[in-house]
């Protein structure tokens, strides 16, 4: 295995930057909340927030992880690949306690499993995604 990278293929860009877009999304979400600011808008934090602590530590950790790892995919630097999956984690120890908490049946509209289920799916696909690239040589 040689030490330079593969060239990137033309996926990548466009897949990290949707990462970097959902994931900044939450980042937002979690911000306006998290500071008070005077915004009506539907949040997913609020509804983390009748979590236990756990479950909002959680919350905390992916949208961040989630965040970073979408900056480092966007890089082609393979640290993505663990932070995506520590993102992955974080989020479904949020999602678990949201669940035991016991949330509205609908988040925004949509079915919470749904909702639930995409915070979980997407830093897994990060994850998936990077980690398959970084085996192809694209990421260093």
């Given amino acids: ?3 330079s990278a593969s060239a990137a293929p033309a996926h990548l860009a466009p897949l990290a930057f949707l990462l970097l877009i959902w994931h900044g999304a939450l ?3 979690y911000l306006i909340v998290r500071f008070a600011m005077d915004f009506d808008l ?3 934090t609020t ?3 009748v979590s236990p602590v756990w479950a909002r530590i959680g ?5 961040w992880l989630g965040l970073i790892g979408a900056l480092f995919a966007m890089m082609r ?3 993505a690949v663990l932070i995506f999956f520590a993102a992955f984690l ?3 120890l949020a999602v678990v306690g949201a669940e035991l908490a016991g949330l509205p049946e609908m988040l ?7 909702t639930l289920g995409a915070l979980v799916l997407v830093p897994l696909i990060g994850w998936i995604y990077t980690r398959t690239m970084k085996r192809a040589g694209v990421l260093h």
């Fill in 47 to 49: 509804a983390i927030e």
């Fill in 42 to 44: 539907p949040s997913l």
């Fill in 90 to 92: 974080a989020m479904l």
């Fill in 59 to 63: 919350w905390a950790l992916g949208v």
């Fill in 108 to 114: 925004f509209g949509l079915h919470r499993h749904a």
């Fill in 27 to 29: 980042a937002a979400d």
């Fill in 1 to 3: 295995m040689t030490n």
């Fill in 77 to 79: 630097d393979d640290a």
